[in-house]
Antibody, heavy 121, light 106 residues
Framework: EVQLVQSGAEVKKPGESLKISCKGSGYSFTSYWIGWVRQMPGKGLEWMGIIYPGDSDTRYSPSFQGQVTISADKSISTAYLQWSSLKASDTAMYYC??????????????WGQGTLVTVSS | SYELTQPPSVSVSPGQTARITCSGDALPKQYAYWYQQKPGQAPVLVIYKDSERPSGIPERFSGSSSGTTVTLTISGVQAEDEADYYCQSADSSGTLFGGGTKLTVL
């Protein structure tokens, strides 16, 4: 059974750093792109970027380029999303998801349960 | 910039047919995908490549495409279908989601 299990909820202050994780199991982790999707409170889905754990090839949405870093450690089947300096506007639910095919639009067939990030002073 | 446009809300009575549209200039050349998201849950893929249904998705969910508009159709709507629905398609930077449509089952 394909599973993506994300790390738990986080509460941080503005300016702090953060790295959240997404561990894949039940399939060949290095053979599928993994993507990250943001959902701000009461809002829609936003595609942030994707990574191919096999070689760490990474692509970002222009809206998120330079704002976050996506990485992966294939030895432990885990992808990461990190911030160096959080802002209140980063408060959102973040989902990781597996890309079914390696070409745009990189649609997602399996999703993690989400990680809620709250940034507040 | 390129956008996928969905109606904010659609309402339907149980047993009726719900149609949710998604419009975008590139849709004649790009496949569309649909996700269902219930409150407090992660999205679930319900339609891929315009009209294909993943395993485990009920047959009452179907998709179609005509010109710049794709449509998610839910036949014989049930109370459990009440959710937000999002379309997705490719754009120049990779992928894009529509703004979402809240389906209310009256």
């Amino acid at each position: 059974e394909v599973q993506l299990v994300q790390s738990g909820a986080e509460v941080k202050k503005p300016g702090e750093s953060l790295k959240i994780s997404c561990k894949g199991s039940g399939y060949s982790f290095t053979s599928y792109w993994i993507g990250w999707v943001r959902q701000m409170p009461g809002k829609g889905l936003e595609w942030m970027g994707i990574i191919y754990p096999g070689d760490s090839d990474t692509r970002y949405s222009p809206s998120f380029q330079g704002q976050v870093t996506i990485s992966a450690d294939k030895s432990i089947s885990t992808a990461y999303l990190q911030w160096s300096s959080l802002k209140a506007s980063d408060t959102a639910m973040y989902y990781c998801a597996r890309c079914s095919e390696p070409i745009p639009p990189y649609y997602f067939d399996y999703w993690g349960q989400g990680t809620l990030v709250t940034v507040s002073s | 910039s390129y956008e996928l446009t969905q109606p904010p809300s659609v309402s339907v009575s149980p047993g009726q047919t719900a149609r949710i549209t998604c419009s975008g200039d590139a849709l004649p050349k790009q496949y569309a995908y649909w996700y269902q998201q219930k409150p407090g849950q992660a999205p679930v893929l319900v339609i891929y490549k315009d009209s294909e249904r993943p395993s485990g998705i009920p047959e009452r969910f179907s998709g179609s495409s005509s010109g710049t508009t794709v449509t998610l159709t839910i036949s014989g709507v049930q109370a459990e279908d009440e959710a937000d629905y999002y379309c997705q398609s490719a754009d120049s930077s990779g992928t894009l989601f529509g703004g979402g449509t809240k389906l209310t089952v009256l």
